[in-house]
């Protein structure tokens, strides 16, 4: 299993500012995840990040919101911009581990936007 | 994408097993079926995962059944802990896991 460590655990920002939250493996990975749970709700992806390529984005999320980096195989950002209320939920990252796809997730970022 | 139907909420007592249906009719024959669970304010954690055989790991047990359409998670024993979400799910031809509404699974004492 790979073990994933985000950052930060939780924030509350001001609506009109970005946060970036970080998500480091300890292990090499291609395929990160990043997906966002609503309060109350299931948990939607967001975007794939391969390293070496831009990421790969889901109806209904745009770059411009939802920058993502991932410069080398072991990290990845994800930046929320210009927040509003409703950006407020939890951002999670996850990888696959390897074996018959098998994804592994990071405890979460709990956002709240005032 | 195939998709999967699972009870919104189930009870189970203390030290009973927790059986945990979940139908998906429209898996293909390459799909694998993943089960996730979500512990409140914690990430999703890997539980099991099949095809075709039963399996079982020191979490749990998977039975499918012989025509695929459906499975049951089992919690042999379960405790207080295992009060959480459980995910059943497939995998597209993304690699991309899509989560359902899942099953509130309340252990009670």
């Known amino acids: 299993s790979a073990v994933i460590s985000q950052k930060p655990s939780r924030d509350i920002c001001q609506r009109g500012t970005s946060l970036t939250i970080q998500c480091q493996v300890d292990s090499q990975v291609t395929m990160m995840f990043w997906y966002r749970q609503q309060p109350g709700q299931s948990l939607t992806l967001i975007a794939t990040?391969?390293?070496?390529?831009?990421?790969?984005?889901e109806s209904g999320f745009v770059i411009d919101k939802f920058p993502i980096s991932r410069p080398n195989l072991t990290f990845s950002t994800l930046t929320v911009s210009n927040l509003s209320p409703e950006d407020s939920s939890i951002y999670l990252c996850s990888v696959e581990g390897g074996q018959e796809n098998i994804q592994y997730f990071g405890a979460g970022t709990r956002l709240s936007v005032l | 994408d195939a998709k999967t139907t699972q009870p919104p909420s189930m009870d189970c007592a203390e030290g009973r097993a927790a059986n945990l249906p979940c139908n998906h009719s429209?898996?293909?024959?390459?799909?694998?079926v993943y089960w996730y669970r979500q512990i409140h304010s914690q990430g999703p954690q890997y539980i099991i995962h099949?095809?075709?055989n039963n399996e079982t790991n020191e979490m749990a047990s998977l039975i499918i059944t012989e025509d695929r359409k459906s499975s049951t998670l089992i919690l042999p024993h379960a405790t207080l802990r295992d009060t959480a979400v459980y995910y059943c799910?497939?995998?597209?031809?993304?690699?991309?896991?899509?989560f359902g509404q899942g099953t509130e699974l309340s252990v009670k004492p």
């Open positions: 429209t898996i293909s024959g390459n799909e694998y």
């Open positions: 099949g095809l075709k």
């Open positions: 799910i497939f995998i597209n031809q993304g690699g991309k896991l899509i």
């Open positions: 990040a391969n390293q070496g390529s831009e990421a790969t984005y």
